[in-house]
C-alpha cells in the first residue's frame, strides 16, 4: 500500500530518518511540510500517511501543530507520527494524537526516535562518535519501525506513566511558553561580523524567515526555530542571545544537504 510522509526538518535528522522509513517500505512519497504552508486543507491521497518531524520544546515544531489538523483524512487508514528528538521526548506522541483527532481522524501509531540533538541554546555539540552512535541506533529503530507499519499495528510510545507526568509539568514550566513565543524568539539571533555574505541561511529557511540586507541576514519574525540558518552557516557567524553560542559546535546530519533543506520550500 502506498504512503504519502509529510516531513518537516531543521538539521536533517527528520529527513535522513524518514528518507530510511520511506526506503523501507519502498512506496511512499516524501512531501516537505513547509511546502505545502499555503494550502488550507491537504487532502491525502494515500491510505496510508506518516509525519517525521523533531521534537521542540517538549511538543511538536509550530509548523506541524498547524499542518495535521488541516489534513483531509478521508481516505486513510493508517497514521503514523515519528518525532525525532535529542532524549526527552516530552508529549509529542500525545499531541500528535490530539492533532489527528482533531482532523477528523486516529493516529495509530507514534514512535519516539532518540537522535542528535542541536539544540545549542542551551548546549554544546557532542562529538563524532555522538553521531555515529545516532545513525546506528537510527536504524534499529527504522527496522522496528517499517514492520509496524507495514502490518499497521497500533503502538503509542506516550512514554510511561511518571515520564508522562513529568513531561506534563515540563511542558506547563517551559515548553508552554516556548511554544508561544517560538516564532518571535529569531530576536535573540545575530550574526557576527564573520559573516561572509554568502546567503546559505536564507537559502536553508524553510519559512523564509530570513531577508538579506546587503548580504547580512535580518530575521523577520516568523520563525519555525528550526536552527537550520545557524547550524548551515558555513562560518557559525550566526549566534544566539549574543555570545551564548560562539564557543559551541553546529551540527547537521552527516547525509543531509543545504541543497536537501532548501528544497522544502517545494514540492519534491
Ligand atoms: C528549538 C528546539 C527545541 C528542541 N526541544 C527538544 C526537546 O524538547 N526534547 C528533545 O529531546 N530534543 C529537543 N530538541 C532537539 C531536536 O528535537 C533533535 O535534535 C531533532 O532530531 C532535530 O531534528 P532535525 O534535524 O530534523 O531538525 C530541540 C531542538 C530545537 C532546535
Ligand atoms: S550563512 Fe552565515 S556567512 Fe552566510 S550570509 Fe548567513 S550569516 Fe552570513
Ligand atoms: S530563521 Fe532560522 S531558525 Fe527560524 S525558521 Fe528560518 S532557518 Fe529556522
Known amino acids: 500500500m502506498r504512503t504519502t510522509l509529510y516531513y518537516f526538518t531543521g538539521t536533517g535528522n527528520s529527513l535522513a530518518c524518514a528518507r530510511a522509513i520511506a526506503a ?12 505545502l504552508r499555503g494550502e488550507e486543507r491537504v487532502r491525502v491521497l494515500t491510505e496510508r500517511v506518516g509525519i517525521v518531524c ?5 511538543t511538536l515544531p509550530l509548523i506541524v501543530r498547524e499542518f ?6 478521508s481516505g486513510v487508514r493508517y497514521a503514523f507520527l515519528v518525532a525525532t528528538m535529542g532524549g526527552l521526548p516530552g508529549l509529542a506522541v500525545l499531541h500528535g494524537e490530539e492533532l489527528f483527532k482533531k482532523a477528523g481522524g486516529d493516529l495509530h501509531a507514534g514512535f519516539a526516535v532518540r537522535m542528535f540533538a542541536n539544540y545549542i541554546a542551551e548546549y554544546n555539540v557532542r562529538g563524532e562518535g555522538a553521531v555515529r552512535a545516532m545513525g546506528r541506533r537510527m536504524e534499529r529503530r527504522v527496522k522496528e519501525i517499517v514492520p509496524t507499519v507495514q502490518a499497521e499495528r497500533c503502538h503509542l510510545e506516550r512514554g510511561w506513566p511518571f515520564d508522562r507526568l513529568l513531561s506534563r509539568a515540563m511542558f506547563a514550566l517551559l515548553g508552554r511558553k516556548f511554544v508561544e513565543t517560538a516564532r518571535t524568539r529569531d530576536r535573540l539571533f545575530t550574526a557576527d561580523p564573520s559573516c561572509n555574505r554568502c546567503g546559505t541561511c536564507a537559502r536553508v529557511c524553510p519559512v523564509e524567515n ?10 523577520l519574525g516568523h520563525c519555525e526555530q528550526c536552527f537550520a540558518c545557524i547550524h548551515f552557516c558555513p562560518v557559525a557567524a550566526i549566534q544566539i542571545r549574543g555570545k551564548r553560542t560562539r564557543l559551541r559546535g553546529r551540527y547537521h546530519h552527516p547525509d ?13
Do not use: H, K, M, N
Open 24 to 35: 523501507g517500505l519502498g512506496d511512499a512519497d516524501l512531501v516537505p511540510i513547509s511546502s
Open 54 to 58: 523533531p521534537v521542540y520544546f517538549y
Open 68 to 73: 495535521i489538523p488541516r489534513l483531509d483524512l
Open 210 to 219: 530570513v531577508r538579506l540586507v546587503e548580504g547580512r541576514p535580518e530575521w
Open 256 to 268: 543531509v544537504t543545504v541543497e536537501d533543506i532548501a528544497g522544502q520550500r517545494r514540492v519534491s
